[in-house]
């Protein structure tokens, strides 16, 4: 049986793993398209303004360009 995740639409095939997923994962995180890593939006911004992802390595940045709030953030591609 399947686990889906509520906030970020993330499937699981065993319910601990889901359930250890669930204890991290907020519908007020962020997530990177160019990553794909999760991540607070506190971690992602010092000003408030100006957001970039957080992890080494990757250049993603802009609210809505790379870094996406979970809850409205789908792998699959939208209907045109």
């Known amino acids: 049986m ?7 639409k993330r499937t ?8 250890l997923h669930r204890d991290t994962c907020s519908a007020e995180a962020l997530i990177c398209e160019a990553c794909g890593e999760q991540f607070s939006e506190r971690r992602a ?15 993603g940045a802009g609210l809505g360009d790379d870094l996406h ?6 792998v699959a591609p939208r209907p045109e």
């Open 2 to 8: 399947p686990y889906t995740c509520r906030n970020c």
């Open 12 to 19: 699981f095939s065993r319910k601990l793993q889901y359930e």
């Open 45 to 59: 911004t010092t000003d408030g303004w100006h957001y970039a992802c957080p992890t080494e390595d990757c250049d």
């Open 69 to 74: 709030q979970v809850r409205e953030f789908t």
